[in-house]
């Protein structure tokens, strides 16, 4: 009589067969997987983080670039769901390119996985210390005690994040949560105050806004093209799911459900929300003028008093997405590490035996966000932040070409996900809006240093990769496990 597997046998056998002792505790469920890939695309916190700059670089117009960058980012999401429910493991892209082209690809793959994860903690931390918590508690804008309160929250995450997988899932339910209901508050409040005040605005949709005379709305680069940046860095971090594969229960149906419906959910939600912000504005010049936007709204709407609460809420959304970002980093440094292919991975390979979690890697994650704080300038920090943006569509890129020369090896999972015939359209479509939206964000960046500076730390890791050729070769010529898992499928 054959023995029928379940989910987790199934993934925990998958994983043997590659090499690797299951070590990461399987605990994640659906809706967890779920809510660590919403907290990480976090609608909200992208929302409130760039209305302001689509008022002043195209008006409210640029609005409508939103579900133009959706359904971009929806083909990519289907394309990363086809992978991960074929090769569920740790590093997602990193492994996926490792097993199915080489490891030496692979590395490449996982190096800029980690530049873009490492970086996200920090970044997100410092936005959430300056522009929500001193706020909140009506601290005087200060450089030095933003960076202070961003180190603290690292060290808090950290915690967190090498307590239990199952507190991390447990906290970004509880954000999610919040997030979910900050969207359906403010959206059915201004709703409501439209309709009794009768004070709608739809011309705001198709207005311009205070970017009524600029000149360069239209070029390539200009003020329409910028507004892109809602979508852009709000719709990504849906990879995080897959990274997570290894703790995920049933992981082949789990984390494809979770990639597609966080990334379906979060643009239906974050565009009917700017919709119904958009119509609300009463008086455009201040709020397209004003640092936060979504407050100034509330303000004009319903008073000052809303200002508190609202901040509270968006401090913890914005705890979450950096809580994952700190996690997921973690994940990719432990996958790259346990194959040898990372710096000190017999150290960052280490799983803690009585947490399950892997301590050192999230470690490092903490020390990068800490030096970063310590060492770096504000004007640094910003051009940091608009190369991740860069760093963060190149695996998006490199996966997808992987996918359209390697789908002949991805053998189907009974009861997995599967695009079946719609496979070849949709990840052609996903190939042709990432060279799009890569092209957007070089164009409309303000300067070359992000530009430098994403591709010069990109550069940088080949320094390492060239020690491994010279001492380590063995390690990027063969993969642990099963050779032959993923020969050619008929």
């Known amino acids: ?226 507004a892109s940046i809602m979508g852009l860095s709000t719709l990504v971090g849906f990879e995080t799911a897959s990274n997570m594969a290894e703790e995920a229960k049933n992981p082949t149906r789990t984390v494809p459900r979770a990639i597609i419906g966080s990334v379906v959910a979060a643009s239906v939600l974050g565009m009917v929300f700017v919709i119904i912000l958009t119509v609300s504005i009463t008086d455009m010049a201040k709020v397209s003028n004003t640092e936060s936007p979504v407050a100034e709204i509330m303000n004009q709407r319903f008073g000052p008093g809303f200002e508190r609460p609202l901040l509270a809420a968006i401090a913890l959304a914005f705890f979450g997405a950096a809580l994952v970002s700190m996690v997921s980093g973690a994940r990719y440094i432990y996958a790259m590490s346990r194959d040898g292919r990372f710096p000190a991975h017999k150290v960052m390979g280490r799983v803690d035996p009585r947490t399950r979690t892997p301590i050192p890697a999230t470690f490092l994650v903490l020390g990068v966000g800490v030096i970063l704080m310590a060492v770096m300038p504000g004007d640094a920090l910003l051009q940091l932040i608009m190369a991740g943006a860069i760093v963060t569509i190149l695996p998006y890129l490199f996966t997808i070409i992987l996918y359209l020369a390697t789908r002949h090896k991805l053998d189907r999972k009974p009861g997995g996900f599967d695009l079946g015939r719609w496979e070849w359209p949709v990840a052609i479509g996903a190939l042709v809006w990432v060279i799009i939206s890569l092209f957007v964000v070089i164009t409309t960046s303000p300067g070359w240093a992000p530009i430098v500076l994403a591709f010069g730390v990109s550069a940088a890791g080949g320094l390492y990769f060239l020690y491994m050729w010279k001492f380590n070769r063995s390690v990027l010529e063969e993969e642990p496990g099963d050779p032959n898992m993923f020969a050619e499928v008929e």
């Open 1 to 226: 009589m054959t023995q029928v597997l379940t989910g987790d046998e199934a993934a925990d056998n998958f994983c043997e067969d590659c090499g690797y002792e299951p070590e990461l505790k399987r605990t994640l469920n659906g809706f967890q997987v779920f809510a660590i890939s919403f907290a990480s695309l976090s609608v909200a916190v992208g929302i409130f983080a760039t209305y302001d700059d689509v008022l002043r670089d195209s008006g409210p117009v640029g609005i409508w670039l939103f579900p133009i960058v959706a359904i971009g980012q929806i083909l990519v999401a289907l394309v990363y769901a086809q992978f991960a429910a074929r090769i569920p493991l740790s590093g997602s892209s990193y492994a996926w390119a490792s097993r199915l082209a080489s490891p030496k690809l692979g590395w490449a793959f996982g190096w800029l996985a980690v530049l873009s994860a490492v970086a996200g903690p920090v970044t997100i931390d410092n936005a959430l210390a300056s522009q929500c918590l001193m706020p909140l508690f009506g601290m005087e804008p200060s450089e030095t005690t933003a960076r202070v309160m961003t180190v603290a929250l690292l060290i808090i995450q950290f915690v967190l994040a090498v307590a239990a997988t199952r507190i991390v899932g447990w906290v970004n339910s509880l954000s999610v949560g919040v997030e979910l209901g900050i969207l359906l508050v403010i959206g059915v409040a201004l709703t409501i105050a439209i309709i009794v005040s009768g004070n709608a605005a739809p011309a705001n949709l198709f207005s311009r806004g205070i970017t009524e005379a600029d000149p360069n709305f239209w070029v390539i680069g200009g003020g329409l093209m910028a």
